[in-house]
């Protein structure tokens, strides 16, 4: 049931310039996993990417952080003659690195610069949804899993992680945005390490450039793999406290420190919600505990759109359905700058 619903909604789109259409399209695949200490991404990406004399073409990135007590990352641009794609499902070849859903698993490859290695086979856990743009937002269409379950080995700095059944995050995001445009966004997942924890949590929140209008968010909490309440707009509240850790946070490609010479960044130390919705309810914060900086460049300038991506944790209590509701769990938080 849950691989035939992944399948149907977690499919590659490719950009309609490919079958006479406009050009501008973007694709993101990403997956995250937590576990501990350790906070591993992954996106594989499909691009359009302007040219000389009006032309365009598709470019395809693999983008890998990897943390625990530091950051290690790569951000590796693929040779068009190394990329394989296949239209209407997830099978992406991009050199010797691949994401790929096979039967009930997503599994991923990579062997990047640098000795980071990742090898996943990751199994759906929960309903797949989708969300599609939100309006006065980015024309950003989305799928998301919430839960997953990761088994597999990932090397990066000399250090090697054996995971077994781990919990994670997978999404897919593709539409004509453009880096540079007047929108912000922050987005967190967070899942329990322990499997008897059953309650987790998705969050999205689209804001205008200068972060003074919220045109959208939601609070999603999911129970057993279940969506179980939706807070949404003015159901929920979200603030902002303090400063999040670190004198200098890292980026990613690493010339980026050459473009961007600040230490830090506008990242809280928490995030914090709080939500209602008749008799349910729900209060907490996730708690910021590293920071990495991802640089993408801007479509309308030649600035550089920053993607803060946070270790994190929640800590969130509350009652859904008449049932009470704790949980603490392992997260990751993102926070897009234009």
């Known amino acids: 049931m849950l691989a035939s619903r992944l399948a149907a ?15 501008g399209h973007k694709e993101w695949l990403h997956l995250c996993v937590r576990r501990g200490p350790l906070t591993l991404l992954v996106n594989f990406s499909l691009v359009d990417t302007p040219q000389a004399a009006g032309k365009w073409r598709e470019a395809a990135r693999v983008v890998a952080l990897v943390h625990e007590g530091e950051w290690y990352g790569e951000v590796l641009t693929v040779d068009p003659k190394e990329v394989r794609v296949a239209s209407g499902r997830v099978d992406l070849q991009f050199g010797i690195q691949f994401m790929r ?3 009930d698993e997503l599994c991923v490859h990579c062997d990047l610069p640098g000795g980071l290695a990742i090898d996943l086979r990751c199994v759906p856990q929960a309903t797949p949804i989708l969300l599609r743009p939100a309006e006065g937002g980015p024309p950003v269409h989305w799928v998301a899993v919430p839960r997953l379950l990761a088994s597999g080995v990932v090397t990066a700095g000399g250090k090697t992680w054996n995971l077994n059944e781990v919990p994670a995050y997978h999404d897919h995001n593709w539409g004509p945005w453009q880096w540079g445009d007047s929108f912000a966004w922050q987005w967190a997942y967070a899942l329990p390490a322990a499997r008897n924890q059953l309650w987790h949590a998705l969050f999205l929140r689209m804001q205008d450039g200068g972060r003074g209008q919220t045109t959208a968010q939601a609070l999603s909490i999911w129970r057993d793999g279940v969506e179980r309440r939706v807070f949404r707009d003015g159901e929920l509240r979200v603030w902002g406290e303090g400063q999040a850790p670190g004198e200098w946070w890292p980026k990613f490609p690493s010339v980026l420190a050459l473009v961007l010479d600040e230490a830090t960044g506008d990242v809280p130390a928490r995030l914090c919600v709080e939500a209602r919705w ?8 996730f708690s910021i505990h590293s920071v990495a900086v991802l640089g993408v460049p801007r479509d309308t300038d030649l600035g550089v759109t920053r993607i ?5 944790t ?15 769990a392992e997260s990751v938080v993102e926070f897009l700058v234009p």
């Not at 803060?308 to 994190?312: F, I, L, P």
Request: proline share 9%; aromatic share 4%.
């Open 9 to 23: 909604l977690d499919h590659v789109r490719r950009s309609p310039r490919l079958f006479g259409g406009p050009p």
């Open 308 to 312: 803060h991506e946070c270790a994190a």
């Open 101 to 103: 859903l096979v039967r």
């Open 278 to 285: 008749r008799d349910d309810y729900v209060k907490g914060a």
């Open 314 to 328: 929640l800590c969130l209590d509350g009652q859904i359905s008449g049932e009470p509701l704790h949980m603490e």
